[in-house]
Structure formats: C-alpha cells, structure tokens
C-alpha cells in the first residue's frame, strides 16, 4: 500500500485508486469466480425463460393493458422513489408515500433501497472514473449490464448512505425485501389478472415477469443510453447526455446531463414540453400533500450552464478562423515605406499600417478616392468622414495590418481600433491573466 496524502494530491480519485489493488484480469481460468451468479440468473437466465413462458401463453387485451399500467406504476416507483427520493432528496415524501414508493418498488425488482442507492451516489460522485460502478468509459455493454454480475476490478468509491441507515421505512423494506418481491413482482400481477378476468398466468407471465424484465433494462438504460445517445448543453466533459428517445424509455430520466449537472434537481427536464412524467408525479404529489421541499436550482445558475457550453462552441469556431497578426513591428512611416517599393499602397488608419496592395481595385468606393489616401492618416475618412465603414470593412481591414505606426497617435476612441468580429472575443483566463501573452 502506498502512503499518499490526500490533500497534497490533485485528483482524489487517482489518489483513492492508489490505495487499494485491482483484482486480477479475467481470464477463461478464472472467470467462473469472477461472477455474480444469482445475479446472472436473474439477468440473464430468468429473462430467457421469460421469453419461453410467454411464447406459450396468449396475451389476452385486458393483460396487456395491466401489465402496462403496472410497468409505469413499478417504474415511476423506482425513478420518484428509489432515484430522485432516496438516492438524491430532491423532495420530502410524506410517510405515507414513502411506504407506498418502498412496496411498489419491489415490483421492479431492482435490489433493496440502500443496495441501489449506495451503487447510485457512487455513480454520481465518481462519474466515468473506476470508482463509478457503472462507469460508462468501460462500454456500452458494461454500463447497461455487465456492472451488475461480473464482479467490478475495483470497489465502488465509498458514498455516505447515513441518512438512509436512519430511515426506518428503508431498513424495513431491506428486512423483508425478498417477501416484498415476491408479492409485488408475481404475486400480485397474477392476482389481478386471475381475480379480474381469470388469466392468472398470463398476469403472472407478462405483468409479472416480462414486466420485470422490461424495467430492468429500461432503468439500465439511464446507466448506458443516458451515457451515450443525444447532447451535452451543460457540461461536455462528462459522458451524461440529453436525448427524448431516453427519456421516453426512461419514465422521463433521459435529461441526464442536466442531471448530472443539478443532481437534486427534482426535475430532469426543465421545459414544459419535455416529457418527464416522474417530475409530473413528484408535482402532483407536492399538490395533494404527499410531497413537499421540491428542490429546484436557480433559474440564473442553469443559464449559466447553458451559456458555458455555447461559449464553449463559439470558441471553437472562433478558434477556426484566421485572425489580424497579434505581434507587428512597430516601424516609422518613413522606414516602412523604404523597406518596400515606393509604389506600394500603405495607408495609415487609427495607427496601424495597412498594405492595401491587391485590394486596389475591390474598394466598394472605387480605387480613385482610395487611392487620395495613399501614404496618408485615412482615420478620419474611413470611420465616417467619408463613409462609416461596415463591420465587414473593419474587420478586412485589420487583416491588412503589416506594422503600428510609431508615434502615430489614435484619432478616435479604443473601441474604434477593434474589429466588430473581436469586440465581443471568447478569451480563456489563461488570455486574461496574461495579457503580455495575447
Ligand atoms: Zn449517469
Ligand atoms: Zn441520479
């Protein structure tokens, strides 16, 4: 073990990475001890049989429409409750509902309260490093899936899951949680289907497990597609995305990078017109007394957000094109004319030497007026008292500058001197703290 302080490291995750050896590669000697079993059964094996089941068993109108109703109910429950209740108390839940998100959860079959929130802070907190459990650099596959039986080369970071330990409605649901599956996950999908039209097992068979099965991966879509598919208008160094198909797979988490930026956000998505039905349900809790606290960010920090990105995005275009020499010599007119031919068209304006050769004849004004200016101060004249030049004029301009007049003097204020196309520059900090640079 290496001895590291932590303050004295920059990245704690590398320093945390330090501490502790990774368990060895898989390999076909030892990858039958690197699973999770019960898990792989539960992922992989149940689903096949699933399938099997259901290909024997005809699916009659009124289960189809149950087992969709109880698809939204299980999965609301685990994306109100289990993830923007438990994991990041966006919202205060009565008791009431509490206890109801804690038993409909079940129904999903995602693993206790405290087992998925404690893999879901860490995600958060470790997002895309080897502490993250579903760190999404590993893979499409690995996010979705493959976090959940093959055994990680490293622990999970370590998260605070206190308040949770403190949760008597949590550590019930953890005591009893495999009777709760049962009952929520089969039990009651059959009973339903059997007590209400008589198909007990097709109630068992699509709004039980098949219905299980779907939530799994659409809930596994968050971990991998939320990762993967769509933008990043708040933060683009994370691999958390935006895109309307996730969401509508996803009971509304498909604003993941707006997520992962404002993790206690109730919300995932901020528009009305984006569908999140979750923060539709947590607002209409809030409106009949069962939720309240709804957490929000400011409205000024999100832009903030927001503009950091499309700042972001001019920069590169700006950093594409070709900008006026920052550096130029500082030379007398007298010496700048010698250094070239007497008959080459300089023209000093606001205190730069401009070559205006090849540009002659494409004055818009006509090469005869440009031409009185030759060799002269053409400030005046050019910043309006012949014509107020277009934007387009002064930034063409600043492109012909070959040197600064020494001792030339500005005829009009600083501004004037900048092209449009700089007044409004993207600069780095690096450029503002080190004008010399720049
Ligand atoms: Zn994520
Ligand atoms: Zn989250």
């Known amino acids: 073990m290496i ?35 019960e898990r792989l059964v539960v992922m992989i094996i149940m689903p096949l049989c699933t399938f099997v089941a259901a290909y024997y068993t005809p699916l009659y109108a009124n289960t189809a429409i149950w087992t969709m109703v109880y698809y939204v109910v299980s ?11 438990w994991a990041h108390r966006s919202y205060n839940a009565t008791r009431t509902l509490e206890f109801c998100l804690a038993v409909l959860s079940a129904g999903a079959f995602q693993g206790s309260i405290i087992w998925w929130v404690r893999g879901h802070r ?3 907190r470790y997002t895309d490093t080897d502490l993250d459990p579903y760190n999404a650099r590993r893979g499409f596959l690995w996010s979705h899936i493959g976090w959940i039986f093959i055994k990680p080369r490293r622990a999970h970071g370590k998260v605070d899951i206190s308040d949770l330990k403190r949760n ?64 990043t208008p708040f933060d683009d160094r994370i691999t958390a995305r935006e895109h309307f198909f996730t969401a509508l797979l996803t009971l509304g988490e498909g604003y993941h990078n707006f997520h992962h930026e404002f993790p206690m956000d109730y919300r995932n998505a901020i528009k009305w017109y984006q569908y999140d ?24 920090e999100i832009n903030k957000g927001l503009l950091t990105m499309e700042l972001k995005r001019l920069r590169k275009k700006q950093d594409e094109l070709v900008w006026p020499q920052d550096h130029l010599p500082v030379v007398d007119w007298k010496s700048c004319k010698c250094s070239r031919s007497q008959s080459f068209p300089l023209l000093c304006i606001g ?53 600064v007049l020494r001792g030339g003097v500005p005829h009009v204020t600083e501004e004037k001197h900048i092209p449009p196309s700089q007044l409004l520059r993207v600069a780095h900090v690096q450029e503002l703290s080190n004008q010399e640079a720049y």
């Open 168 to 231: 008597d409605i949590v550590i019930w649901q953890l005591r009893y949680y495999p009777w709760l599956v049962l009952a929520m996950a089969i039990a009651l999908p059959s009973l339903v289907a059997g007590v209400g039209w008589g198909d007990w097992k097709g109630g068992c068979v699509y709004a039980g497990f098949i219905k299980v099965v779907i939530i799994q991966h659409t809930t596994s879509f968050v971990n991998s597609l939320a990762h993967w598919l769509g933008d």
């Open 3 to 37: 001895a590291v302080d932590p303050s004295a490291t920059k990245d704690y995750v590398t320093f945390l990475l330090t501490q502790e050896e990774p368990r060895p590669p898989i390999t076909w000697r030892n990858w039958w001890s690197e699973v999770y079993w």
């Open 277 to 300: 039905p979750t923060k539709w349900l947590i607002w209409l809790c809030s409106k009949v007394g069962l939720a309240s606290h709804l957490k929000t960010f400011p409205e000024n």
């Open 351 to 403: 205190g730069f030497i401009h070559d205006l050769e090849g540009f002659m004849d494409e004055h818009p004004g006509g090469e005869a007026l440009l031409r009185k200016y030759i060799g002269k101060d053409a400030s005046a004249a050019f910043l309006g008292g012949v014509y107020n030049h277009s934007n387009a004029a002064h930034n063409l301009l600043a492109m012909k500058r070959v040197g």
């Open 122 to 124: 860490a995600h958060h």
């Open 75 to 85: 999965g609301l429950s685990i994306t109100a409750g289990y993830h923007r209740l």
